[in-house]
């Protein structure tokens, strides 16, 4: 019977490679100079294309932040991060723990624009790279009243903070936020107003949760609150979606949809304005999604604010606005 590399055979011959942890062993300075390090490897162990990589690192690692209120508290968010840096063709690749040695480094700070910069830059100096991105990806709480009785609970959006280095020096920063509403359907109001009023028959018009993804880019020197974002968009759709409801508040709800009905077209047009009117924003895209009630489909709109060089309608992630 022959010995086996990693197990014990079946004739008693014991494994050729032990398998044991030392847990007393201690890494010496000496230890550790001698471990082979890849990003020494010669250049002809680059597989593949000769090419460069533009994005390549880690995804959703988590750790608690503190993120800034308008009010001036700090709460702290569990948070998911995602960090990328730009690898030259030249390189094998990169050594991933250095971007979460370079975030840890600043872990104490409050997330700002100005705290990912100098993550970003960290990323610049610890992993020789020309291009960085990080993104903050967060559950954010704000306590919203009912509509007319009194009570009030939490509403949790989905918020991300994104900051890109690129190699020319140019630093720009990126919120994303989800805004989640109901829609009531023009349509589906007229037709049901036509069969009471000609028919003398009770239909109900549809209605669906809907939600908006709005990205906009903040102005050098400027800042835009996440609690001025979500008034954004409460100003432009008005029906966000409840979160404690009596039946006053239920009724109230069903009131304010049929003032403020809209297709998915209007609600895009809608917050179109609304940003637009913000001086602190130099840039935005908005992606909408109606999950309709009537069809097995949804309806989705996107719409960019147009400037030169900037966003582009070319939103294609819809399925990721399911609510």
């Not at 991300?160 to 349509?187: K, L, N, Q, W």
């Amino acid at each position: 019977m022959k010995p086996m590399y990693l197990h014990t055979s079946s004739a008693g011959h014991p494994p050729k490679i032990s398998r044991r942890y030392d847990r007393k062993f201690r890494a010496t300075v000496a230890h550790r100079a001698s471990l082979p390090d890849m990003m020494q490897a010669a250049h002809d162990a680059v597989q593949g294309a000769h090419v460069p990589i533009q994005q390549v690192g880690i995804h959703n690692f988590r750790l608690p932040l503190a993120i800034r209120t308008k009010a001036g508290k700090a709460l702290t968010l569990q948070a998911s991060i995602t960090g990328t840096v730009s690898l030259e063709a030249e390189l094998k690749g990169i050594n991933m723990s250095r971007i979460m040695r370079s975030f840890y480094e600043h872990k104490r700070g409050v997330v700002t624009g100005e705290w990912m910069g100098k993550i970003l830059k960290a990323y610049l100096r610890n992993v020789d790279t020309k291009d960085a991105r990080l993104m903050v990806k967060f559950a954010y709480p704000m306590m919203r009243p009912s509509l007319r009785s009194e009570l009030a609970g939490w509403q949790y959006y989905d918020v991300a903070f994104e900051g890109v280095m690129t190699r020319d020096g140019r630093y720009r920063r990126f919120i994303h936020f989800d805004f989640v509403y109901s829609s009531a359907c023009p349509c589906s109001a007229e037709l049901a107003e036509h069969a009471r009023d000609v028919r003398g028959v009770y239909g109900v018009p549809h209605s669906q949760r809907s939600k908006a993804r709005v990205t906009l880019e903040e102005a050098d020197g400027k800042k835009i609150w996440i609690e001025d974002v979500q008034a954004h968009c409460l100003a432009a759709l008005q029906t966000e979606t409840q979160v404690m409801v009596k039946r006053e508040d239920e009724q109230a709800f069903a009131e304010l949809n049929g003032a403020h009905l809209k297709f998915v077209e209007d609600a895009a047009r809608l917050l179109y304005r609304e940003f637009d009117a913000d001086k602190r924003i130099v840039d935005f895209r908005i992606a909408c999604s109606h999950l309709e009630s009537l069809h097995s489909h949804d309806a989705v709109s996107v719409i960019c604010k147009g400037v030169k060089g900037g966003f582009t309608a070319d939103f294609m992630e819809f399925g990721s606005l399911l609510c």
